[in-house]
């Protein structure tokens, strides 16, 4: 069982339409998640981080924390042209700083 | 100043070749780290660094050898590396505990190739 787990895509959302990103992790006793962006060929940008079970919004974003399930989605409202890129899930796993990214999904958002 | 910078960019060597991959950030972070990440892959941590000390080793070949002469500067020492090495090699700086804040500062990467 990989560490973090995420649908690799591509997914594909209209325009104006809420992209539901999910991703689940192995380590139980993990306590910080984390999502970031990659556009092609750039480096990766964080996007929002989430410690407590529940709902975490910022702006089009809003991220969702369930872990008794070991579960962490990122919801992205009125999807736009530019959110176009790949979604890296990653888990502060266990150790000091060690912080462990998902293979990513690629959202295409087409107008 | 919120800048990792990485140098070089690019960087071609043989499997018989050392060379150094270094990192520089002037945020006050205390740690940094390196990453590894191959086309359409994720970045795959190798090392972290804390308060200039090593503090995470994943299990990374002994032909890449990390330094950290102070809490500004991060090198990747490389040698006899292999094509499979082949990759864009990610360096990354946060405060002290990502607990706080979760916000890695990645450079713009350094991509090697090795014939």
């Known amino acids: 069982q990989k560490e973090v787990e995420q649908n690799s895509g591509p997914l594909s959302v209209p325009e104006g339409a809420i992209a539901s990103l999910n991703c689940t992790y192995s380590d139980r006793g993990s306590q910080s998640f984390f999502w970031y962006r990659q556009y092609s060929g750039k480096s990766p940008e964080l996007i929002m981080f989430?410690?407590?079970?529940g709902d975490k919004e910022d702006g089009r974003f809003t991220a969702q924390l369930n872990k008794a399930s070991q579960y962490v989605s990122l919801l992205i409202r009125d999807s736009q042209p530019s959110d176009s890129a790949t979604y890296l899930c990653?888990?502060?796993?266990?150790?000091?700083?060690?912080?462990?990214f998902g293979a990513g999904t690629r959202l295409a958002v087409h107008p | 100043d919120t800048e990792v910078t990485q140098t070089p960019k690019h960087l071609v060597m043989g499997m018989t070749n050392k060379k150094s991959l270094k990192c520089e950030q002037h945020m006050g972070h205390r740690a940094m780290y390196w990453y590894k990440q191959k086309a359409k892959k994720p970045p795959e941590l190798m090392f972290v660094y804390s308060y200039e000390k090593l503090s995470i080793n994943e299990s990374v070949p002994s032909r890449f050898s990390p330094e950290c002469p102070n809490s500004s500067l991060l090198n990747l020492h490389l040698h006899a590396l292999q094509p499979e090495d082949s990759a864009l090699y990610l360096c990354a700086s946060s405060q002290d505990d990502l607990a706080d804040t979760g916000e890695l500062f990645f450079g713009e990467g350094s991509r090697l190739t090795v014939l």
């Open positions: 989430i410690y407590s079970n």
């Open positions: 990653a888990v502060n796993m266990g150790g000091y700083n060690k912080l462990i």
